[in-house]
């Protein structure tokens, strides 16, 4: 079954996309900052022939609703369990890239029951300081997208993958640059103000960790660092930058699906 759905869920409107066998379990994959749900286009075929597989557009990105920011991590995370209300959904697996990955924290500690396995790739309970934050946020709201377009495409994906596949680095920067502006500083501002440092060693759930070498936004010792704070938490690391899905995506399949399977 193949369906792209428009939901209501906390009283706005979601771009999702559900794919796969109707009474198959049930795994969300949630985009990282500056995406939509097509990011997760490479893990799809070995997904589908297991699963039945939930992609949205996290509030402010793709075609779901951009409402006024900022954002908080919370509110992005109750948007998940609103969309499983909408879908009659109970319990499900939950993969996170990068701010997906934030949102999955918050729901591993505070929706328990409704999460089964989970996956936190390319993700820390703390990125980047306010700062820094800040000071993206100021860039695009003076020059837009596009402004930093080129620096964040170089740490989502190292200069040798975008050498070798240059299609697909294009796709990823269209994607970046073509997303909303305000729902792209209301996520910053989320990312920014949320610290889960502590709140993560209350996650009880299988947990999978997946870090990328190059990744100098949330490197492997942050990944080792939630490992180890994370009771019984699994840690993989692959030979990619942030967007280790889209780099390498056979690793990353064949981590995400052994895990589920196990």
């Not at 369990?81 to 959904?89: F, V």
Request: some cysteine; overall charge neutral.
């Amino acid at each position: 079954m193949t369906s792209t759905l428009s939901i209501s869920a906390q009283h706005e409107r979601f771009n999702c996309r559900l794919d796969g066998p109707q009474r198959a379990p049930v795994i969300v994959l949630s985009n990282s900052l500056g995406t939509n749900f097509s990011m997760w286009e490479a893990q799809m075929p070995a997904l589908m022939q297991r699963f039945r597989v939930l992609r949205y557009d996290t509030r402010g990105h793709g075609a779901s609703s951009v409402t006024p920011g900022p954002y908080t991590v919370a509110q992005l995370g109750r948007d998940v369990l609103g969309l499983l209300e909408a879908l009659k959904i109970q319990r499900v697996h939950f993969c996170g890239l990068s701010l997906g990955g934030v949102t999955g924290m918050w729901l591993g500690v505070n929706a328990s029951d409704r999460i089964d396995r989970l996956v936190l790739a390319n993700t820390a309970p703390k990125i980047y300081t306010h700062e820094i934050w800040n000071t993206r946020i100021e860039n695009v709201r003076n020059g837009g997208l596009e402004s930093i377009a080129d620096a964040v495409i170089g740490g989502w994906l190292t200069q040798d993958f975008r050498d070798r596949e240059p299609a697909a680095a294009a796709r990823m920067r269209a994607m970046l640059i073509s997303s909303p502006a305000e729902g792209y500083l209301a996520c910053c501002a989320a990312i920014r103000d949320s610290d889960q440092r502590e709140a993560v060693r209350g996650i009880k759930r299988p947990t999978l960790i997946i870090s990328g070498t190059q990744d100098k936004a949330t490197p492997p010792a942050e990944g080792r660092k939630m490992t180890e704070a994370i009771a019984g938490a699994r840690f993989v690391e692959l030979d990619a930058a942030h967007i280790s899905n889209v780099e390498r995506a056979d690793g990353f399949t064949s981590a995400l699906t052994s895990f589920l399977a196990d």
